[in-house]
């Protein structure tokens, strides 16, 4: 009988420029989350590779088929019996790269994958600039997969300030929703929390996040801080800006209360938005 409750971590990881040393770190992480009791162990967005030149990205990735890191993390499934939650791992497609993340059962066998929908074109402040679209496709599908304890709703990073694909994971019966990321330190510093906190309670969902952290080969620095939230917004565990291991236990019962003392999703209306024009503009419309 599967148990009511189980134990989630979240595997904080520094991933660098080499694939085989970040599989290395990554297998070494989860099978560690295993042995301290996990059942559900999700690693970070860019768990094979973080990397800024596009030309060494596009040299070190290749195909789904065949890639390391996915085939390793099977195995750690199989062998420890541990669902694993690969935040996000660099495949090539075509001309460009889909940022995919795949959900593998003890089995070893892919549940589902995720790509990424919403790309992180930015300058910020301090000089930094990121055009993910230049580099990455974006997806076009939500997905909500099945655990043995409920429904995961699977986004990356830059998804989770987006609060309708978090809305319609839930609507669509997903109980854990997640982010796993690389966000940089200035915006997460500003934002993780809240952002995390506010989809946790919108929802009444568990959110369930793992990210990279600290300063990275490629100079880009993330901010880290791996996080389980429970539905009513509560933080479960955390992690700092090392790499390492975070874990928390789950209760979907708690989704089933939050949401019935907090019924926002069956309470959410269909709705138009009117926009009134300025006044004078409808006068001056007439006589153009």
Not at 47 to 67: H, I, N, W, Y
Not at 105 to 111: A, K, L, P, Y
Request: charged content about 25%; overall charge negative; hydrophobic content about 45%.
């Amino acid at each position: 009988m599967t148990p009511t409750r189980f134990t989630a971590a979240c595997v904080q990881m520094r991933s660098g420029r080499d694939v085989l040393k970040n599989r290395d770190a990554a297998v070494a992480l989860v099978r560690e989350a295993a042995d301290k009791g996990a059942h559900f162990a999700q690693t970070p967005e860019m768990t094979s590779l973080v990397c800024r030149d596009r030309a060494e990205l596009f040299d070190k990735v290749g195909p789904q088929s065949g890639d390391p890191v996915l085939a390793a993390l099977q195995e750690v499934a199989r062998d420890k019996g541990i669902h694993v939650h690969i935040g996000s791992i660099a495949v090539k497609e075509g001309d460009k790269v889909a940022n995919r993340a795949f959900l593998i059962d003890t089995d070893g066998e892919i549940v589902a994958s995720y790509d990424k929908i919403h790309l992180y074109d930015v300058d910020l402040p301090n000089g930094e600039s990121w055009r993910e679209s230049a580099t990455y496709s974006g997806g076009t599908h939500a997905v909500a997969a099945p655990l043995p304890w409920g429904m995961l709703g699977m986004t990356i990073c830059y998804d989770v300030r987006f609060a309708a694909l978090y809305k319609a994971l839930a609507e669509n019966g997903a109980s854990f929703l997640s982010a796993p990321a690389a966000f940089t330190k200035q915006t997460g510093e500003a934002h993780w929390h809240v952002l995390h906190r506010a989809r946790a309670i919108e929802t009444g969902s568990f959110m369930i996040s793992a990210a990279q952290g600290g300063l990275h080969e490629d100079g880009r620095e993330t901010f880290g801080h791996s996080i389980i939230i429970d539905p009513w917004g509560r933080v479960l565990a955390e992690a700092g800006s090392e790499p390492g291991v975070i874990l928390a236990e789950i209760d979907p019962a708690l989704v089933t209360e939050v949401r019935g003392r907090i019924p926002t999703l069956k309470n959410a209306r269909p709705f138009k938005v009117e926009v009134v024009p300025e006044a004078g503009a409808i006068g001056q419309a007439a006589t153009a």
